[in-house]
Every structure is written in structure tokens, then in C-alpha cells.
């Protein structure tokens, strides 16, 4: 018997996120997921009157891949799937992985392969311009990082990404057009005070069209506008790696001193090359049921009543001009259970400890969305 949960999610995948609709080719990318949700997906793709495409992928293989790789054969997969993207109306990558840090012994100079060769062409170039989602897939491997049983995870997991995303769309709407009408920005929080400007630069709704879950407004600073210290209190994994208490301080936009758990990776990633040191994207997180830190950015960036700023590559929609092959969305939480903090529009406060205390945002409060 199909699992009613997956059915709800492969309908939101279809019909919500990626709105198929007749004749519509989507491409299915699961990685590591079981091939049960897979034929979920396309039956509801089918019924949409979509044509699904479908590839299967494994961490572990890929992990060999890049170990292999040399310019040409990378060149020759980013080439094929690259071929392949631009076929295709839309794109849903679910992505599941039975470890976490799979990719963790991958040399920093294979990394950098993938990312040029394979990743940025294929999926920044291609798959951003398309009607696309992704979302990981609930494993024991999740529920570890969650510090949580296998069953509680995956109760935790479709709540959340079965949220009411429509009903959260329209209460987003208030907070892009005030980051609109924006200049400066002031985040303050014990071991951070950061200050930028997003003037004249796009505010983009996240509501479930793209990422799931979602639950977040984003935009990006000017890129040499920030100025001061910001101390990261969620604990974070790029590319394999774990980093704990990534603080980073801000000189007209560029970091000129970091440090983490990882100081050696740390500084690796942020010499991958000069868009590395500036900063693609500025976000305000609130999914109501996300409350605390797993380790996975896709949960971790919309926990309620943090925020995120990253370094690297921004977003076509939110373009500040820098370009990198890196984007890390780091994490602040700014509720009382992580020391607290506040959000400053231009002189004026829109959110202390995690709650927004204006009236025009107050419908992202997490007992409003819930």
C-alpha cells in the first residue's frame, strides 16, 4: 500500500511546485531514494499529463566518479547532462543519502572540477532558468543528524514539507515588498553586529515553488556594502565537511578574517576563488515547524526565526553581481533558545528574538502559519 504521505508530497511536487501540466517533460533526479516514492512521482507526473524523464543516481557512485575525474571525462558528463537539462520544462531532484559525509575525502581540486565542469554549467546555468524543485529524502542517516528515531524523524519530515504552502505564499508577500522598499540593514545577536544595504535589489518569496520545505524571503546585499562581524550559531556541513561557530568579519563586502571549527576547510572553500569572499544572498527564514539545527541546509535555512547569509554566488533573481562557484548559506538563529537577536530596517525593528513585532509582517509568526 502506497504510503498516503508520499502521495500528498508527489502532488505538491506536481502539481504546486512545478505546476505540470500537459506535455510538460520533467526530469526526475533521485538519488539514494527508495524507488517506491520514485514511482509515486512519475504516476502523478503521468496523471498530470506530464512526460517524466527519470534518472537514478547514487552518492557513493558519484564519490567515484569525482575520484576518476579528469577534465575530459567530467567535461564529457556536464556536456551530456547538460544536453539533457535543456530538454526539459522542469526539474524535481529528490536526494537522499545513507551518509552524510560521503563526499568528505573528495580532493578540494576534484571538488572544483564538478563544480565547474559539471554542477555550475548544468545547474546554475540550466536548471535555475526551469520550473524546478528539489528536496532530500528522509533516511536513518537524517534522523542521526536530527538526533531523532527513524519514525519521529520521518513524522517530523512530512509535516513540514507537507505545510500549507499557498497559505504561507500570501503571507510572505508583505515582507518582500517592505525589503523592497529598503536601504540599510542592521543584524545584531550576541557575537554579531553586521550592517549592508539591499537597496534596489529584488526580494524573492520562497513558498515551496523551488526548495521543500520552504519558508523564507531572500534577496542579497549590495555587494561592498557589509560592514562588521557576524558569528554563525548553527552548525553547518558543506561539502562533507561539519563546521561549528563559523564567525566571519566584513570589510566593504569582502571577508578578510574567518574562522571555525575546520579553519583549514574553511579557508579552502573561501580561496575557491574571489566571488568566494563576497557575500550572494541575504534570506529571512520562518517555516513554523522547523525550531532547531540537523545539519541539512534545506531544513536548516528556514528554521523559524533565523536568518541566513552566504557566501558566494547570488541568484539571477536577486542579483547583487557577484559570481563564484561556491554558495554557502550559513546560518544565525535569532530565537531566545539560541541568545536571541534583532533585525533593524532602516533604524526600524522588525523582528527581536525571532518574532517579528510589526504588524504588517505578523502573519509569519509561527502560531499564524501553523
Not at 36 to 59: M, Y
Not at 264 to 276: E, I, N, S
Not at 319 to 328: F, Q, V
Request: aromatic share 8%; net charge negative; hydrophobic share 40%.
Amino acid at each position: 500500500m502506497t504510503d498516503p504521505r508520499h502521495v500528498q508530497l508527489a502532488e505538491t511536487l506536481v502539481r504546486y511546485s512545478t505546476a505540470l501540466g500537459p506535455g510538460d517533460v520533467v526530469l526526475i533526479e533521485a538519488i539514494d531514494v527508495p524507488h517506491e516514492f520514485t514511482r509515486t512521482l512519475i504516476e502523478t507526473a503521468a496523471a498530470a499529463g506530464a512526460r517524466p524523464l527519470v534518472t537514478l543516481k547514487s552518492q557513493e557512485v558519484w564519490r567515484e566518479l569525482m575520484l576518476a575525474g579528469s577534465e575530459e571525462q567530467m567535461g564529457l558528463i556536464g556536456g551530456t547532462e547538460a544536453h539533457r537539462m535543456e530538454r526539459v520544462d522542469a526539474y524535481i531532484g529528490v536526494r537522499g543519502s545513507a551518509n552524510v559525509s560521503e563526499w568528505s575525502d573528495v580532493p578540494e581540486e576534484k571538488m572544483r572540477l564538478y563544480n565547474r565542469v559539471y554542477w555550475e554549467p548544468v545547474h546554475l546555468g540550466i536548471r535555475l532558468k526551469k520550473r524546478w524543485t528539489v528536496l532530500r529524502w528522509p533516511n536513518a542517516s537524517m534522523a542521526q543528524l536530527a538526533r531523532m528515531s527513524t519514525a519521529a524523524f520521518e513524522d517530523f519530515y512530512f509535516r513540514v514539507c507537507n505545510l500549507d504552502y499557498a497559505r504561507m505564499s500570501a503571507a510572505m508577500k508583505p515582507l518582500a515588498e517592505l525589503m523592497e522598499a529598503t536601504d540599510r540593514v542592521r543584524l545584531t545577536a550576541p557575537g554579531t553586529d553586521l550592517g549592508f544595504s539591499i537597496a534596489d535589489i529584488p526580494a524573492v518569496p520562497c513558498d515551496g515553488h523551488a526548495n521543500i520545505p520552504d519558508g523564507e524571503v531572500f534577496t542579497a546585499p549590495v555587494r561592498d556594502s557589509v560592514d562588521g562581524t557576524i558569528l554563525f550559531n548553527t552548525p553547518t556541513l558543506y561539502q562533507g565537511v561539519s563546521h561549528d561557530d563559523v564567525r566571519m568579519t566584513f570589510e566593504d563586502g569582502r571577508i578578510v578574517d574567518a574562522s571555525s571549527s575546520d579553519p583549514g576547510h574553511l579557508t579552502r572553500v573561501l580561496d575557491t576563488d574571489p566571488g568566494a569572499r563576497y557575500v550572494g544572498e541575504f534570506s529571512i527564514a520562518f517555516h513554523p515547524h522547523i525550531t532547531r539545527p540537523m545539519r541539512d541546509i534545506l531544513f536548516d535555512e528556514k528554521i523559524a526565526g533565523s536568518i541566513h547569509f552566504t557566501p558566494g554566488n547570488a541568484y539571477d533573481e536577486a542579483d547583487n553581481g557577484n559570481r563564484s562557484g561556491i554558495h554557502w548559506d550559513l546560518v544565525l538563529r535569532m530565537d531566545p533558545a539560541a541568545g536571541g537577536g534583532e533585525i533593524w530596517f532602516d533604524d526600524r525593528l522588525i523582528r527581536k528574538d525571532g518574532r517579528f513585532v510589526i504588524d504588517e509582517l505578523s502573519g509569519l509568526n509561527p502560531e499564524e502559519l501553523g
